[in-house]
């Protein structure tokens, strides 16, 4: 179970960067970025693929105690990088490229929720797997 949640936890990790993470109403229309566009959509994609690799490795052998540690920390950095991207939508410094002046408030788009359920569910498969430890 700790395995297949970590799993979802890859997937979301790695489709959130192709998805919205913020939008900005402007005259001339709607202006939108991706993870991919704002620039550091690559990090949660490799984040996500380290977190399979982690759970790939651990089916092959991989010491539990190991992989317990790379999901955790991974996990972490990938919950902490979705907050500070959180805070640069409302900044209007996520569209700076795009828009000389906020006119309006930036609003959210679904790829960084869909990061920060990827983060916490990679959270979940490590506590899963201390949780099966201790059952056994």
């Known amino acids: 179970m700790a395995l297949g949640v970590a799993l979802v936890g890859a997937a979301l990790l790695v489709v959130s960067p192709f998805l919205v993470w913020g939008q900005v109403d402007i005259l001339i229309g709607t202006v939108s970025q991706s993870g991919m566009d704002a620039g550091s ?3 949660h994609l490799v984040l996500g693929l380290a977190v399979a690799a982690l759970g790939a490795a651990w089916v092959m052998g991989a010491p539990k105690r190991l992989v317990q ?28 490229s795009e ?10 788009g679904p790829g960084l929720f ?20 201790r059952a056994a």
């Open 41 to 43: 959509g690559w990090v």
């Open 69 to 96: 540690l790379g999901w955790l920390v991974l996990g972490l950095i990938a919950g902490a990088l979705v907050l500070y991207e959180l805070s640069r939508v409302h900044d209007c410094a996520f569209f700076v």
């Open 99 to 108: 828009v000389d002046e906020c006119v309006a408030t930036p609003s959210y």
């Open 114 to 133: 869909v990061a920060l359920a990827g983060a916490l569910a990679t959270l979940a498969g490590t506590g899963l797997t201390l949780l099966n430890r």
